[in-house]
């Protein structure tokens, strides 16, 4: 079916913006922390018009007019009337007669708007200061707040009108009157300071360079920061790097300094062009719907994925830290120094950025995915990043696009509530695989030629997909477009059937999909797969062969081993002969990181499709008792986890899988221990919590004894515990309790000073096996959890197979107070009901929740809706199906 890309709800094409100069004043300290606001946009009139049209919400307009000026004269003309389309998100501006074309129009607009409480717009954040606040410091209730803005995608018009459309770039002016003893921040340097009213002062800052509406942005509050320089120059001058915090919290942003600054300089470096900017400053915000954002030159972050307290904070914490500021530095260059045309093309930004982040780390939202894994692995090696991308990002992305409700990674946007649900595990995570794949097969040093010349030639524009393409082209000499358009066009990613003769494979490609009811109107794609085959005969290289058929024979196969998808460079499962696998299972030295993950990755995917079995799976893990890496044993524990929470409601099987897990991670767990190892590497010290929690939720007697002793120490002010083992001591003892333990945790969450402990004693909280407990959670969740936390406690309660009917039944008699609460922010709502409901196992649930939702206004999580109902008839199908040979399996090995 053709697609149509241009069916967009755009502004008419009436005028180009050049630059706004924005103004704020008047802001309320508290009651409705209401705000004044001039902008003056400089314009040019393409055609004739009475009607100006902005974008606007929740804005009010208090009076329009446009100024032409003409050689020696000026002329005004004044809108007789302002209208509001507020389903659409704008503002008519009406005038008597027909304004003129123009190449130099003034449109000034002055209103007022809300400092709101939905983290997006220009909006509030509540915190509770460590140190006394300046004395200005307006209070939300009991707490303290700051101002920031979140813009991106399509909510700038929530703090001011203007023309909201990525491919609408101007230069910004902006100032703001605030009380004299706070700190504003926006995109660019301060300009002048002069006073304002009694106790106020005016800030104005520097201009920017042309950009798009969204990666405005600007911050109000009792701020305080730290300072680093780039060890390059940029324009003869160390670029100033700081990351500001409200005041107390400073020391704790050490850690994500010490990154910036190196990042900086090796995207500059590997981009071959220089940090736009004249300063990079990152902000912890204390309320935040996403993980950061790339405002240009003024980048946002969620607390815990900014700040780091090496005394306090679980060391998985510098993972995240570490890659997404790489993600939101990319993001510099992919998305803010070259901006993609419209919202379909929202990867090139996301996937991009990922990417090189890895290669830093470990390796633009697709794009800057990727380079922001990139940049991690630059730092650092030791982490195994690409594994970890293998491990984590790959197998999320698979999921979701292993569903027949996926959708493209290029799909067609019409408005800002199609523009939030793309900002998914398609957009960011397959977006990154397929770079990576085609990374891989290009040479790194190629590829990025290719996206250096791809920068330079859009620089201060937008660009499409096919811009991409072409410089890759170029630098490459392939056709890149013809083999990434069923990748980027196409729904879903193939798998690769393998069956032996001697010497030779039989491969062959089709869609796959988690509910294994593939039709031939599903599998109407040949992809281009890079095979990176291991074991050709003669040569212990990789053999990197193109697959482009729906079948083919590979000769001169080594038979004592071989192995597809080297590293798991590819975006595509494999699905082995299940001697193969089993020959595999025994051969484990001779597998990296990658080939270990990406099998049990594929194993596990392939029981649930039923193109293998859940035998095949248990079988080909218990090979793994003697493994060491955290990676691959978190890629075992996540396969096995599916199986258990699918087979969660059947008591017997459910047992019997605990007592497999339990055998096989033991000899881990006791060789691991509590205590750790001078010396010991960052990713030994994250597997040791890992561990001792499955341990403990599989029954392991000695750890979960060893948990409630210290877990009764520590909130009883006797003794303290390892903040990297917080999240297994409090998940068992919680597990494990009852009461006491629940009233406990809940305390540690109330009393915590830890960036992260919120967050941590959230999670576990969420494992509660008393179900007259749930009761009082969700009333706690849903009144006095911080909303962009709320999903945290949604996720574990849908995972707790005692917790998950409640969860749902709470949902639909408080629908609508949820709604209201949550919708203001689409984006929160939407990600808060795909948590929620996805973990179900049966069709008579499925059923439910499409009925309940059925003649709704579902506009904004109505693709959720669809991924749920597609996810739960997929686990219906496949317990349905491997019960009887699970339990069959189970038995006849002991464990049942």
């Keep these: 079916m053709a697609v149509n890309f241009n069916d967009r709800d755009v502004l008419p094409d009436t005028i180009k913006p050049i630059n706004y100069d924005i103004s704020i004043y008047d802001i309320e300290l508290g009651g409705n922390f209401g705000y004044q606001g001039t902008v003056s946009i400089l314009s040019k009139i393409i055609k004739n018009s009475k009607e100006i049209v902005l974008n606007s919400h929740e804005l009010k307009i208090h009076s329009a007019e446009v100024q032409l000026e003409h050689t020696k004269t000026q002329q005004a003309f004044v809108a007789s009337n302002i209208s509001y389309d507020a389903p659409r998100q704008r503002v008519t501006l009406s005038f008597p007669e027909e304004i003129p074309l123009s190449e130099k129009a003034v449109i000034l607009i002055k209103f007022q708007g809300t400092i709101n409480n939905d983290m997006a717009g220009f909006y509030r954040s509540k915190y509770k200061p460590t140190v006394p606040p300046a004395s200005s410091v307006p209070k939300d209730g009991e707490h303290h707040v700051m101002f920031s803005t979140q813009f991106e995608s399509c909510d700038a018009r929530r703090a001011f009108p203007c023309f909201d459309e990525p491919n609408l770039k101007a230069t910004f002016d902006f100032q703001i009157e605030f009380p004299e003893d706070q700190i504003a921040l926006s995109n660019m340097p301060e300009k002048t300071v002069k006073k304002g009213k009694d106790g106020f002062k005016i800030v104005s800052f520097e201009r920017t360079p042309i950009m798009s509406t969204y990666l405005l942005a600007w911050a109000v509050g009792d701020f305080e920061y730290i300072e680093d320089f780039t060890t390059r120059t940029y324009d003869g001058k160390h670029l100033p790097v700081r990351v500001y915090t409200t005041k107390g919290l400073k020391a704790q942003a050490q850690y994500a300094l010490e990154h910036a600054p190196q990042i900086i300089d090796y995207f500059s470096e590997i981009f071959q062009i220089d940090y736009p900017l004249p300063k990079c400053d990152l902000l912890a915000v204390h309320e935040f719907s996403h993980g950061a954002m790339e405002n240009w030159g003024l980048i946002t972050y969620r607390t815990t994925a900014l700040l780091f307290d090496e005394k306090s904070s679980d060391v998985k914490y510098k993972n995240r830290i570490a890659y997404v500021v790489a993600h939101e530095l990319a993001h510099q260059w992919f998305g803010d120094l070259v901006t993609m045309d419209w919202w379909n093309e929202l990867w090139l930004n996301e996937v991009l950025a990922e990417q090189v982040q890895i290669a830093i780390l470990v390796e633009f939202s697709c794009f800057a995915t990727w380079v922001g894994w990139l940049a991690t692995d630059h730092i650092h090696p030791d982490w195994h990043v690409w594994p970890q991308f293998v491990s984590d990002g790959m197998q999320t992305a698979f999921t979701l696009d292993s569903l027949r409700s996926s959708h493209p990674i290029e799909v067609p946007v ?57 410089a890759l082209s170029q630098a490459s000499g392939l056709d890149v477009s013809a083999l990434m358009d069923p990748w980027i066009q196409s729904i879903g990613f193939p798998v690769l059937t393998v069956s032996e003769e001697p010497n030779q494979i039989s491969i062959k490609q089709a869609r796959y999909l988690s509910t294994g009811d593939v039709r031939p109107e599903d599998d109407t794609t040949t992809w281009w797969v890079p095979l990176g085959l291991e074991g050709k005969s003669g040569t212990t290289a990789v053999a990197s062969i193109a697959f482009t058929k729906k079948e083919d024979v590979i000769r001169d196969i080594d038979d004592s081993f071989y192995k597809l998808n080297k590293d798991n460079a590819g975006f595509y499962r494999v699905n082995l002969p299940p001697a193969r696998l089993t020959k595999l299972g025994r051969q484990i030295d001779r597998l990296s990181i990658s080939d270990k993950i990406g099998l049990i990755g594929d194993a596990g995917a392939l029981a649930l499709s039923g193109e293998a079995t859940t035998p095949g799976l248990l079988a080909f893990t218990e090979g793994f008792q003697a493994e060491t890496n955290g990676l691959v044993w978190s890629r075992i524990l996540g396969s096995l986890g599916m199986v258990k929470s699918v087979f969660s409601e059947d008591e017997i099987i459910s047992n019997a899988l605990k007592a497999y897990t339990l055998k096989l991670i033991t000899p881990a767990v006791e060789n691991i221990g509590w205590e750790a ?115 945290t406690g949604a996720i574990m309660l849908a995972a707790n197979s005692k917790t998950r009917r409640g969860l749902w039944e709470y949902i639909q008699k408080n629908f609508d107070p949820i709604k209201e609460k949550l919708g203001k922010n689409m984006v929160v709502l939407d990600r808060f009901l795909k948590q929620s409901l996805i973990k179900f196992n049966d069709r008579a649930s499925e059923k439910e929740i499409a009925e309940f939702f059925a003649g709704k206004d579902n506009r904004g999580y109505d693709r959720s809706l669809n991924v749920i109902s597609d996810t739960i008839l997929g686990r219906a199908s496949y317990k349905e199906r491997d019960a009887p040979i699970v339990l069959e399996w189970l038995t006849a090995h002991g464990y049942a």
Excluded: C
Aim: no cysteine; charged share 25%.
């Design 414 to 470: 019409k408005d800002a509530l199609d523009v939030d649900q793309i900002f998914d595990h398609i957009s960011y995570l397959k977006g990154s695989s397929v770079i990576r794949m085609l990374a891989n097969h290009l040479g790194q040093e190629t590829f990025l030629k290719g996206v250096s010349d791809y920068l330079k030639a859009h620089a201060y524009g937008n660009a499409k997909t096919n811009d991409l393409w072409f």
């Design 677 to 791: 190892r001078p010396g010991e590497d960052f990713l030994t010290s994250q597997l040791r919590g890992t561990l001792l929690l499955s341990a403990g939720a599989n029954g392991h007697e000695k750890v979960i004894a060893e948990a409630k002793r210290q877990f009764d120490l520590y909130t009883t002010g006797k003794g303290q515990i390892d903040p990297n083992l917080r999240g297994a001591i409090f998940g068992i003892a919680i597990r494990e309790g009852g009461k006491s333990e629940y009233a406990a945790l809940k305390k540690e969450w109330q009393t915590t000073t830890s960036v992260d402990g919120r967050e941590i004693s959230l999670r576990a909280l969420g494992r509660i096996k008393d179900t007259e407990l749930l009761p009082d959670f969700l009333e706690f969740l849903f009144n006095e959890v911080a909303t962009q936390d709320m999903h």
